[in-house]
């Protein structure tokens, strides 16, 4: 198991007070936590990557986010 981390840093909308956010892969050799959560606008959030084997460095992943101002993805 190889494990990495990476952050992110979720501006949200101007009137936001809240951030949901999701990641996810479709890759079953990676998984990441945290998968989802609710955070401050400006917050940042430090995501952990668990790769099976090196094989598994090149999956793609997908980061949505919704603001509670907009309810849009940012």
Known sequence: MITRTQSYNFPG???????????????????VT?????????DTVEFSFSFASE??????FTLTCYDDACSLPI
């Open 13 to 31: 909308s101007t009137g936001a007070t809240e951030v949901y956010y999701t990641i996810a892969s479709n890759n079953s050799c990676v998984s």
């Open 34 to 42: 945290p998968a989802s959560g609710t955070i401050d606008p400006g």
């Open 55 to 60: 094989a598994c460095f090149s999956t793609q």
